[in-house]
């Protein structure tokens, strides 16, 4: 998965092509328009005014910015309606990927206020301010898992090679079966209804980039808006093939290994095991909602206070897609965490 999606040369999104909108394999909330970055820069401004001091700057860090277009919509807001904020702050953007730091320079070269990090370490800076992902920790490896009900026991499905073409292995051969255990507990009752062949699929590089985020943020919000589920809601035996998918020109499809580098693949984030990273390192969770709750609470003010562009067909059009049911509204969740106090 990691080589398909992020390979230098090969990888789904390192491709010069846009793989984003109309033309492309999937929409975004970005993709809709400019509304979702000025929704969200007006909810970032009161959170960063919060963490301010006189001696410290404040941040913005986003991690998986892609070509910027969000940076960039988030920029202008706060340049047009918060220019005091402005010229304290800070937006890192956290992008592993030279190809694609090049992209965001670019969108945002007007900006001099812009930093990148190729990622969170324990060398990182203490962030004062919001840490912030949208649609990145859906397309961060998975480990797959499948229940043996014969024999009452998980196996790994791994890669390998068929007849020239990749094709789906299990890993129990490759060593003792407590080196490829599961890292995840089910209740026994469970078990017994789970069907032979249940998928069940665990990002660990994922959890630890929420825990690396969660150390380096000193004050203020950790928020992550994804595709996902809790674990309760992804461990159901009408979920029998698990959440990782491919997308190509908008529509599933339903060999995941068939063209790597050409289509995206995408699994469900678990949202309990963020939360439970996050706490263990003094975070608390302060929102677990979907996106339509999250914007629709930040809508109602800030059109109220003119922080947004007068409602227009274009707008309310936006609006809709962003946060009707059928549409983005329910797909996405919204998880926000936060520290208070410098610990």
Same mark, same amino acid.
């Given at each position: 998965?990691?080589?398909?999606? *992020?390979?230098?040369?090969?990888? !789904? ?9 109309? =033309? ?6 970005? +993709? ?26 404040? &941040? ?20 047009? %309606? ?7 702050? @800070? ?9 694609? &730091? ?16 190729? $990622?969170? #370490?324990? %060398?990182?800076?203490?962030?004062? $301010? ?12 998975v480990r797959r898992f499948g229940w043996d009900a014969h024999n009452r026991k998980w196996f790994e499905w791994g890669v390998t090679m068929k007849n020239r073409e990749l094709a789906w292995t299990s890993m129990d051969h490759l060593g003792p079966a407590e080196t490829i255990s599961p890292p995840f507990e089910i209740n026994a009752d469970l078990l017994s209804v789970l069907p032979d062949g249940f998928i069940f699929e665990t990002s660990p590089e994922a959890e630890a980039w929420w825990q690396s985020a969660s150390r380096a943020l ?8 994804? *595709? ?18 491919? !997308?190509?020109?908008?529509?599933? #499809? +339903? =060999? ?10 995408? /699994? %469900? ?7 439970? /990273? ?13 996106? /339509?709750?999250?914007?629709? @609470? ?8 003119? /922080? ?9 059009? &936006? ?17 926000? &965490? ?6």
């Amino acid at each position: 998965m990691r080589l398909a999606l *992020y390979c230098p040369v090969y990888g !789904y999104y390192e491709k010069e092509e846009d793989t984003i909108g109309r =033309n492309g394999d999937f929409y975004t909330s970005v +993709s809709v328009g400019n509304l979702f970055g000025e929704l969200l820069a007006f909810q970032f401004e009161e959170w960063v005014a919060q963490c301010q001091s006189e001696t410290r700057p404040v &941040q913005i860090v986003e991690a998986g910015a892609h070509r910027g277009d969000l940076a960039r919509d988030i920029l202008i807001w706060l340049h047009d %309606h918060r220019p005091e904020l402005f010229q304290r702050l @800070q937006y890192v953007i956290i992008e592993p990927s030279s190809i694609r &730091q090049k992209w965001q320079a670019d969108a945002l070269s007007k900006f001099t206020n812009v930093q990148w990090l190729s $990622g969170i #370490t324990r %060398h990182t800076s203490r962030i004062r $301010g919001v840490i912030f992902v949208n649609e990145l920790l859906d397309a961060i490896p998975v480990r797959r898992f499948g229940w043996d009900a014969h024999n009452r026991k998980w196996f790994e499905w791994g890669v390998t090679m068929k007849n020239r073409e990749l094709a789906w292995t299990s890993m129990d051969h490759l060593g003792p079966a407590e080196t490829i255990s599961p890292p995840f507990e089910i209740n026994a009752d469970l078990l017994s209804v789970l069907p032979d062949g249940f998928i069940f699929e665990t990002s660990p590089e994922a959890e630890a980039w929420w825990q690396s985020a969660s150390r380096a943020l000193a004050r203020g919000k950790l928020v992550t808006i994804d *595709y996902g589920l809790t674990t309760d809601e992804l461990i159901l035996p009408e979920r029998k093939d698990g959440t990782l998918r491919g !997308y190509y020109r908008h529509h599933p #499809t +339903s =060999n995941l290994l068939a063209n790597p580098g050409e289509q995206d693949l995408t /699994a %469900h984030v678990n949202f309990s095991r963020l939360m439970a /990273a996050g706490e263990a390192n003094g975070l608390t969770t302060e929102k677990f909602v979907t996106q /339509a709750q999250f914007l629709t @609470q930040i809508a109602a003010p800030a059109w109220k206070g003119g /922080a947004v562009e007068p409602w227009s067909p274009s707008r309310a059009r &936006q609006f809709q897609t962003l946060t009707h049911p059928d549409h983005l509204g329910r797909s996405f969740r919204v998880l926000v &965490q936060s520290r208070e106090r410098t610990s």
